[in-house]
């Protein structure tokens, strides 16, 4: 009685997309981990961004000059797309799996040079906890793995009669 009929809120939690049928418990479950994990990383990065700077700087892919930029940026983009996973806004999905996709890049790239640096994911205390780049680099593939599962159960919910919505 007090919601509103066309109020994204009750869209999101309950129909999931709106003209799409219910969304199932374990897509909205898989959303708000993936997504509060990426609020959660990106949170920690802003938290120190000299830091996040200085470990960026330590793969050599980004200029010098560009590396404020980044630092903020990416933690920045990171917290949004995790925020609209959260609520299902439309492209959220497209940019969580392009970072992860970037993540799983610049992982392999210092795995095959063999760099002994740490992987910038969340925090300088839990970089120690965290293991070496194998470790993230298996993280983020699953992630892409939570991804695409997400992908998957849009597509099925639309009918099957449309592309693979981002």
């Not at 418990?25 to 990426?38: K, N, S, Y």
């Not at 799996?97 to 992987?119: A, E, P």
Request: positive net charge.
């Amino acid at each position: 009685m007090g919601e509103k009929k066309g109020s994204r809120l009750v869209s999101n939690w309950k129909g999931g997309f709106p003209g799409r049928g219910r969304i199932s418990w374990i897509t909205l479950a898989v959303r708000v981990v993936l997504g509060g994990i990426f609020i959660y990383a990106g949170t920690m990065k802003l938290q120190d961004p000299k830091t996040f700077a200085r470990i960026i700087s330590q793969y050599d892919l980004v200029p010098e000059s560009l590396l404020p930029v980044i630092a903020i940026g990416l933690p920045g983009l990171e917290v949004i797309a995790g925020i609209g996973l959260i609520w299902a806004f439309p492209g959220s999905l497209g940019v969580i799996s392009s970072l992860l996709m970037l993540f799983v890049g610049v992982l392999w790239y210092g795995i095959l040079k063999d760099l002994d640096v740490d992987c910038g994911c969340f925090s300088a205390e839990e970089l120690a906890k965290q293991g070496d780049l194998w470790q993230a680099f298996y993280r983020d593939l699953l992630m892409i793995g939570a991804a695409l599962f997400l992908f998957v159960s849009r597509w099925m919910q639309s009918g099957r009669n449309k592309s693979l919505p981002l």
